[in-house]
């Protein structure tokens, strides 16, 4: 199957920085579209930013311009570099990946992982 694992996350102060990476492992053929999420306490899951399968960039409004998302497809990475961060941003960051993993005939899979906390925190 396909495993994804994030990791970076920790404490920083407002107006601080954080790499959140995300490497998934396990017979993928292809990740056609990835995606990162947080989830606050209290509040639902939101979409922060996703790499779409004609490689378009979308960032939440109130991400953009602080936040960047890119992938490095040789390593079946995904990034968020995190810029000028807010309390409001503290969450549980989760990475979504939607696969075509195993031997031909693929299949398709969406993995998310188990996420990584960000707190945003003077």
């Known amino acids: 199957q396909v495993q994804v694992v994030e990791s970076g996350g920790g404490l920083v102060q407002p107006g601080g920085s954080l790499r959140l990476s995300c490497v998934a492992s396990?017979?993928?053929?292809?990740?056609?579209?990835l995606g990162w999420y947080r989830q606050a306490p209290g509040k639902q899951r939101e979409l922060v930013a996703n790499?779409?399968?004609?490689?378009?960039?979308n960032y939440a409004d109130s991400v953009k311009g602080r936040f960047t998302i890119s992938r490095d497809n040789a390593k079946n990475t995904a990034f968020l570099e995190m810029n000028s961060l807010k309390p409001e941003d503290t969450a549980v960051y989760y990475c979504?990946?939607?696969?075509?993993?195993?031997?031909?005939?693929?299949?398709?899979?969406?993995?998310w992982g188990q996420g990584t906390l960000v707190t945003v925190s003077s």
């Open positions: 790499i779409t399968l004609d490689s378009s960039l």
């Open positions: 396990g017979s993928i053929h292809s990740i056609v579209g």
């Open positions: 979504n990946i939607d696969v075509w993993y195993g031997s031909s005939p693929y299949r398709y899979l969406e993995v």
